[in-house]
């Protein structure tokens, strides 16, 4: 069983330092708050994360950081105590908006926004310049999907984003890394993985678009790849923009008959 997990552990690690290197995500001496939510996700990345600075060749420091939304089914004091026995720097605040109550119908995108808000303002107070979230191929090609047929665009998460002005970067280390692969890494190294109970979960858009892909790789199973790879291989020749239509010239009007001699 240790080599299972060994094996698997290296190569999750693997893909996570492609991507980091692929996208540029993280400089010598990078002050970065990591988002625990305390999901698969967020503590696999912090796991992954601390183990590399064993053996990277460049130092960067590492703040986990958890929002409290006042969800009653996340269990903060395990999450602490996560924190601590790993020996990890961290820090537990609340949104400066209004917590999470029982029976409010608060959707997907005003908790989203509102943990986003307060990673953005933690960053700015303990001096980091990258937030690094946890969110996986899964999630790039899921938004993919969600974008094209409920916003009428074609755009997605970036493993690399640049905010305001450059001021803060968000980073995506586990972009490479499949939803199943991280369930498996979680399970093996045995994580406090707290699973949510959000009421929302079970009928967002986004569970449809995972089931479209999933019903889709039944078919062909490299589906999910390919919609991740396609973002990677834009040919904006075929697509639907104006400025590739050429340039018409009016016709010139025609000149007036000349007289007769």
Same mark, same amino acid.
């Given at each position: ?9 290296y190569y999750v690690t693997k893909k996570v330092g492609k991507a980091i290197w692929d996208y540029r995500m ?43 939304? @006042?969800? &009653? ?5 395990? %999450?602490?105590?996560?924190? #601590?026995? *790993?020996? !990890? ?75 305001? @002005?450059? &001021? ?5 280390? %586990?972009?490479?890394?499949? #939803?199943? *692969?991280? !369930? ?78």
């Amino acid at each position: 069983m240790k080599d299972d997990t060994d094996g698997l552990s290296y190569y999750v690690t693997k893909k996570v330092g492609k991507a980091i290197w692929d996208y540029r995500m993280i400089q010598d001496g990078d002050r970065i708050l990591l988002a625990v939510s305390g999901g698969k996700d967020s503590l696999s990345l912090l796991r992954i994360m601390r183990e590399r600075m064993k053996f990277v060749p460049i130092k960067y420091e590492i703040i986990a950081c958890h929002v409290d939304m @006042g969800f &009653e089914w996340v269990r903060k004091d395990s %999450l602490i105590e996560h924190f #601590e026995r *790993e020996g !990890v720097q961290y820090v537990v605040t609340q949104p400066t908006d209004a917590l999470y109550k029982e029976g409010e119908t608060f959707g997907c995108f005003w908790c989203s926004w509102t943990r986003r808000k307060r990673f953005y303002a933690m960053a700015k107070e303990l001096g980091c310049s990258k937030i690094a979230l946890g969110h996986h191929m899964d999630d790039i090609t899921e938004t993919l999907l969600l974008n094209l047929f409920f916003g009428g665009e074609i755009c997605t998460m970036r493993p690399y984003q640049e905010m305001f @002005g450059g &001021e803060v970067a968000l980073i995506r280390p %586990l972009a490479y890394v499949e #939803e199943q *692969e991280l !369930v498996r890494f979680a399970e093996s190294l045995g994580l406090p993985v707290i699973k949510s109970q959000c009421p929302h979960g079970k009928k967002s858009k986004r569970r449809l678009a995972k089931g479209m892909i999933k019903e889709a790789e039944q078919h062909y199973g490299n589906v999910k790849k390919n919609i991740f790879r396609s973002l990677q291989r834009v040919r904006p020749e075929y697509l639907l923009g104006y400025e590739n239509i050429p340039v018409v010239p009016r016709a010139a009007k025609p000149s007036a008959s000349p007289e007769r001699p």
